[in-house]
């Protein structure tokens, strides 16, 4: 299996522009979780779902942001319009999602630049 | 809702001398599990704890969970150069609907002196 796979690896934009990062998780899994990464603010958790389902969105900073995922193999996280402080590492993570092992795995993650 | 704190921020040690992250959170835990991200990397799953007052080893790493299942920590015996990173703790609430949620804590940035 190739791991959890995201993309762009890197994006610089201007600010005003739409971004969209995709997202490709591991097979069979059930749960995914959308991170935001900066040195300020640590790694937070935006929206994760279950089952293609949100179940918790409540750590998208505001109504730029948003989240889908149309089936089990892909999600995209956009944002628009972009500011440059929404400049950061945004990881994509999938899990099982059931009781036992129920350990994240990562994506590379996004580098995302807004000037 | 949930918060998971956890310090130090910031570790510099000798080659050598021991290391101590620890994780508290402001609810109970059905699990808690520890991270490591490399510089540039992107955070690895270490070890995952459940049952109260469980420690696990993995060689030099030694890990516990709390009585009350709402702190743990994670203990580094002599730091070698390659042990460099940060180390995340990250809980899955015990209780509301929010089961299958990870919520991460700062993180704890070590550096390790050769």
Known sequence: DAGVIQSPRHEVTEMGQEVTLRCKPISGHNSLFWYRQTMMRGLELLIYFNNNVPIDDSGMPEDR?????PNASFSTLKIQPSEPRDSAVYFCASSLGT???TEAFFGQGTRLTVV | GQQV???PQYQHV??????????NSSTTLSNIQWYKQRPGGHPVFLIQLVKSGEVKKQKRLTFQFGEAKKNSSLHITATQTTDVGTYFCAGRDAGGTSYGKLTFGQGTILTVHP
């Open chain 1, 99 to 101: 009781q036992g092992r």
């Open chain 2, 5 to 7: 704190m956890q310090i």
């Open chain 1, 65 to 69: 942001f948003s989240a889908k995922m």
């Open chain 2, 14 to 23: 000798q080659e050598g001398e021991d290391f101590t992250t620890y994780c």
